[in-house]
């Protein structure tokens, strides 16, 4: 049974860092497409970033660009999102993702095959 299980998350001040981590156990997502994704209620899920294996950078959303970072520890099947100079709009509930592909970061939420339970980054002022 595949699984991607987070942790991190939490309450922050404004300009502050957090890290998240997604962890896959089941199989191997090393050479898969990662995302992360973010939503707060009533709105759609909005894409943030995604990596892949092949090379080239990461997808990255307008939104954080400059300030949120991914990376891979494929040894421990783990991808990260670094979040930096948080923003009280970065609020949301934060979900990683994967494919089953390297072909394409997808933005679309729907491209993505399994999911994390979500984790709560709230930025105060």
């Known amino acids: 049974q595949v699984q991607l299980v987070q942790t991190g998350g939490g309450l922050v001040e404004t300009g502050g860092s957090l890290t998240l981590s997604c962890t896959a156990s089941?199989?191997?997502?090393?050479?898969?497409?990662m995302g992360w994704f973010r939503q707060v209620p009533g709105k759609d899920r909005e894409f943030v970033l995604a990596t892949g294996w092949s090379g080239g950078g990461p997808r990255v959303a307008q939104s954080v660009k400059g300030r949120f970072t991914v990376s891979r520890d494929n040894a421990e099947n783990t991808v990260y999102l670094e979040m930096n100079k948080l923003k009280p709009e970065d609020t949301a509930i934060y979900y990683c993702?994967?494919?089953?592909?390297?072909?394409?970061?997808?933005?679309?939420?729907?491209?993505?095959?399994?999911w994390g339970q979500g984790a709560q980054v709230t930025v105060s002022l």
């Open positions: 993702a994967a494919r089953d592909t390297d072909l394409d970061t997808s933005p679309r939420p729907g491209d993505y095959n399994y």
């Open positions: 089941g199989r191997s997502f090393n050479r898969n497409v």
